[in-house]
């Protein structure tokens, strides 16, 4: 397994375990949903950035979006979940004890997060939070 994949992996393992209020996960932004599983959570690699450090090392930060899913039929309801659920899932992200995601990168940087108002899915709208987690690995070139 690729180092992207194995990231990919780490990450979808430390929120499934430190946030347990997710009823599904995804590996990639889902086609198909069942609002009776929600709330759920995606990851998906958005891709990378190189930055020459030495004539020997390259830092290459990845970027993972992590999507957090909810149905908009109760907005006040669903706000609730899902700002709760932002707040999880950050902390689990950025906590010291997580900032190497198991010994697969050599730090993360901090998250960002914007809301998505109208996160569509087979033709149903949910609203969704997503989440950026840069992953920097320093790498020998």
Do not use: W
Not at 79 to 87: A, E, F, P
């Amino acid at each position: 397994m690729g180092k992207i994949d194995t990231i990919h992996n780490q990450i979808i393992t430390l929120i499934s375990q430190d946030v347990t209020d997710f009823n599904q996960a995804f590996y990639e932004k889902p086609k198909t949903i069942t609002d009776e599983k929600l709330p759920a959570f995606a990851v998906y690699y958005e891709g990378h950035e190189n930055e020459i450090t030495t004539s020997r090392t390259n830092k290459r930060t990845y970027h993972y979006a992590i999507d957090i899913i909810y149905d908009k039929e109760n907005i006040d309801e669903t706000q609730t979940v899902t700002s709760d659920l932002v707040s999880q899932v950050i902390d689990c992200l950025e906590s010291n004890d997580n900032y190497s995601l198991g010994g697969n990168a050599n730090y993360t940087l901090p998250t960002k997060c914007t809301r998505i108002e109208d996160y569509q899915i087979a033709g149903k709208h949910y609203l969704a939070y997503h989440i950026v987690l840069p992953v920097i690995f320093n790498t020998q070139i």
